[in-house]
Nanobody, 121 residues
Framework: QVQVMESGGGLVQAGGSLRLSCAAS????????MGWYRQAPGKQRELVAI???????NYADSVKGRFTISRDNAKNTVYLQMNSLIPEDTAVYYC???????????????WGQGTQVTVSS
């Protein structure tokens, strides 16, 4: 099995910073894309940032210039550095990992359980 676990959420004032971490563990041959998504109350889950296996990154327009995604391939871990936080960033943040479990298997998506980020005004 594969487990994906996020950490680092919490309560912060507007203008502050938080760093989220997410580690994939278990039966893993290779981790391809890793990404962060978020879901605010009453809204659909949306992509925040994604980092490809080769290191290419993409960001939602709403977080460009404020958030930075990075990864440590040796640890199957992805990070999200969030600066200049605003109340609209309040949401549950979910980590996604695209995992190949063996040399013969295809890529499967695995999700973490989410971590709450709350930005107060």
């Amino acid at each position: 099995q594969v487990q994906v676990m996020e950490s680092g959420g919490g309560l912060v004032q507007a203008g502050g910073s938080l760093r989220l971490s997410c580690a994939a563990s278990g039966r893993i041959f290779m981790v391809n894309d890793m990404g962060w998504y978020r879901q605010a109350p009453g809204k659909q889950r949306e992509l925040v940032a994604i980092i490809k296996g080769g290191g290419t990154t993409n960001y939602a327009d709403s977080v460009k210039g404020r958030f930075t995604i990075s990864r440590d391939n040796a640890k199957n871990t992805v990070y999200l550095q969030m600066n200049s936080l605003i109340p609209e960033d309040t949401a549950v943040y979910y980590c996604n990992a695209e995992v190949k479990r063996s040399i013969w298997s295809g890529l499967l998506d695995y999700w973490g359980q989410g971590t709450q980020v709350t930005v107060s005004s």
